[in-house]
């Protein structure tokens, strides 16, 4: 199937904890096999740095071909990342706190093998703060430690808004508040953690009761897009807190925030990305461990993830990848 055979290393939590059914990251593993590569696995706590290069234990994989959550572990092994991984995925999900700093790090020092996101600009954009290099693409938005610019900012939206922490992932930590609500000063000493940790506070959207639309970007052109919708009872769209995956097509205003965002994202080195876009409004960029993929697929009847690991074959082959 291929010209080459790959080895392929995913930086990635657990694999036992990830859930087979929705996993982008298993996927991607899947498909990598799938065509004949070989797919190695490696924690975090796996890398390190030995005479200025980069190492990992890594552990042979390999997935049961029904994606029935069964796979089998080959020995671990010592590899110098340089010499014999052609390509890391960096799939460990947020948040971005000290440890995964340092291993984006120590991926960053690799010179032959490829590094999927750029690890420079995954330190280097916040998922929350990045979308505000596009202001006039986003609602409006603050970012701030104190709880009196955030009452302050609620306030002047008419009495309402959204906050969450800049570090949380899956929809940790966001909240929707509004004026007369007797915990408005309690969740915000939470999210705050009183006022030692930044919050973004957003504009309400109320279009997300239509759907929170992830679109996944691959090289900063569309790849796919799926609509997720709350549940009656929840604020927050994201699939595991109950909300529903709805087929999505792309509207004029996806792919003008597209035209603007995309070029941005390939000179940056953001291979694989997910925006969020609700109603017409950008609300955040998803560069570390984006998902949506399985989604997708079910609802489209497509492969995304071919896609992407032919984009990545033919990365390795343009850099001189034997």
Known sequence: MISARRRM???????????????????????????????????????????????????????????????ERGEPRRAVLDDEIDVAFQRKDPPVDADYVAATQILGTCRRSLVLNRPTSVIAYNEKLFALHFPDLMPETTVTRSIAELRAFMKSLGGEMIVKPLDGKGGEGIFHLYEGERNVSSILEQVSQFETRWVMAQRYLPAVRDGDKRILLLEGEPLGAVLRVPADSEVRANLHVG????????????????????????????????????????????????????????????????????????????????
């Open 243 to 322: 909300g529903r995956a709805a087929q999505a097509g792309l509207s004029d205003a996806d792919r003008r925030i597209i035209a603007r965002v995309g070029p941005a994202l390939r000179e940056a080195g953001l291979f694989f990305v997910g925006i969020d876009v609700i109603g017409d409004k950008l609300t955040e960029i998803n560069v570390t461990s984006p998902t949506g993929m399985q989604e997708i697929n079910t609802l489209d009847g497509v492969r995304l993830e071919e896609a992407v690991i032919a984009r990545v074959e033919a990365l390795i082959a343009e850099r001189g990848g034997a």
């Open 9 to 71: 290393l995913f930086v990635m939590d657990p694999i036992e904890g990830e859930d087979f059914a929705a996993s982008t990251t298993i996927v991607l593993m899947h498909e990598a096999q799938r065509r004949g590569h070989e797919v190695l696995f490696a924690q975090q706590a796996d890398l390190s740095i030995e005479l200025g290069r980069a190492c990992a234990n890594v552990t042979p994989i390999t997935l049961d071909a029904t994606l029935n959550g069964r796979f």
